[in-house]
């Protein structure tokens, strides 16, 4: 059993550990829909929220598949719990506010496909936490998710009437940004133990 | 996926198909898909490789699966049965690597159990071998697959020489070579991969120019 505090945890996934910038998940929507700060507040939000629920849910399913023996069925039963996650907050965010849902296009349906998200559960299993654990575990992850993905659409923003080489331009400049704060967070490391 | 459109207006062979993936539609250098893995196992050669080899044989097996039942999956359920394939395979591939060499399982950690999310093989489930037979869906599994393993090798190599001084584990250099820690760290995956984009993005330019 893991012996971590609650806040350790929590700061640990959010900055520490930055899924997207230190584990390197995440990383198709964190180039995909970080060219607005709008869009990319709303992303994260709708990351966090289902990485919170698929998260619960794979601590049940864990316990559930290891009682009756069968841990091979881990990655499949995951990901259709998040797949219906994903399936539920769509037909949420159509109803609320179809704007939002024109905005975001494509990459809602592909938050199945986040990898910050299974990544959450895989790892919250390998790690061994409880149920409360895992939930503080999927709020930071979530958290720092968000965070990275505003960050980054803040520099973008700004760069975008800069004058950069014509070969530089798009992913390549959004890669060197991400460089650049990846740097920038392993100032955080030590912290939180 | 647009490419595809383009490309089926005119006669394909399965050669060009294979050939697509290696360098025109790259996934990794030319689409951009697939990026989680690219950036977090790369920084070694041999991760590098051994990451490449296992999504590629993963997206040959789910292609050829999806191409088989593309007239029996109903419209609405499709992704999600294309993510049950895959998941399916992955698993296979997790126990399988498992048993040839635990210190690789270690090393990958993780990363294995993501190739489900790896958005370049459900994207060729549903860009290409949802609508082609089983020998194209194979042709381009197979040059998609060998193109994101090379686009793999290239970052990891280049990572490993700089920030370890070797690569497949034989020292390259004297013993006076400073190694790049940097590259090592997680901001050097996104360097390498940003310059590699440069590279690629101006041979393209220079080819379209002349």
């Not at chain 1, 619960?56 to 259709?80: D, E, N, R, T, W």
């Not at chain 1, 990846?182 to 955080?188: K, R």
């Not at chain 2, 993963?58 to 998941?87: D, E, H, T, W």
């Amino acid at each position: 059993m893991n012996t971590e505090s609650l806040g350790t945890i929590f700061l640990n996934a959010c900055l520490v550990n930055n899924f997207v910038l230190a584990y390197f998940l995440g990383i198709c929507p964190f180039l995909g829909v970080s060219g607005k700060m709008e869009t990319a507040t709303k992303m994260g939000g709708a990351v966090m929220f289902v990485m919170l629920i698929s998260s619960m849910c794979a601590y049940g399913i864990h316990a559930f598949l290891v009682s009756i023996g069968a841990p091979f069925l881990q990655l499949i039963s995951y990901i259709v719990v998040i797949a219906s996650t994903v399936q539920l907050v769509e037909m949420f965010i159509k109803k609320i506010s179809p704007s939002l849902f024109r905005s975001l296009g494509i990459f809602l349906p592909l938050i199945t496909t986040n990898c910050a998200i299974l990544g959450v559960a895989l790892f919250q299993t390998n790690k061994e936490y409880g149920f409360l654990e895992s939930i503080v575990y999927a709020l930071g992850a979530g958290a720092g998710f968000t965070l990275a993905l505003i960050l980054i659409a803040g520099l973008r923003e700004q760069l975008e009437f800069a004058e950069v080489p014509k070969i530089s331009k798009g992913t390549a400049l959004t890669l060197f940004i991400a460089g650049i704060l990846s740097l920038c967070f392993m100032g955080f490391a030590g912290l939180g133990g | 996926m647009s490419n595809n459109n383009a490309s089926s207006k005119k006669k394909v062979t399965s050669t060009d198909e294979f050939i697509k993936g290696l360098w025109k539609d790259n996934p990794v250098f030319v689409q951009v898909l697939g990026m989680c893995p690219v950036l977090a196992v790369s920084n070694t050669a041999q991760n590098a490789l051994a990451m490449g080899l296992a999504t590629a044989f993963v997206l040959l097996m789910s292609n050829i699966l999806v191409s088989l039942l593309r007239n029996f999956v109903p419209k609405q359920v499709r992704i999600a049965s294309y993510i049950l394939i895959i998941a399916t395979f992955v698993t296979v591939t997790d126990y399988a690597i498992q048993a040839i060499s635990v210190e690789l399982h270690k090393s990958l950690g993780a990363f294995i159990s993501l190739i489900v999310v790896n958005c370049l093989i459900l994207s060729r489930a549903e860009a290409f071998a949802s609508k082609n037979n089983v020998s194209k869906s194979i042709f381009d599994a197979l040059g998609m697959g060998l193109g994101f393993t090379f686009a793999l090798f290239c970052l990891g190599a280049v990572r490993e020489i700089l920030g370890n001084g070797s690569i497949f584990n034989i020292a390259l250099f004297s013993e006076g070579f400073q190694s790049w820690i940097v590259m090592i760290l997680p901001a050097g995956g996104f360097f390498t991969l940003a310059i590699w984009l440069l590279i690629i993005n101006g041979i393209q330019t220079r080819k379209t120019k002349s």
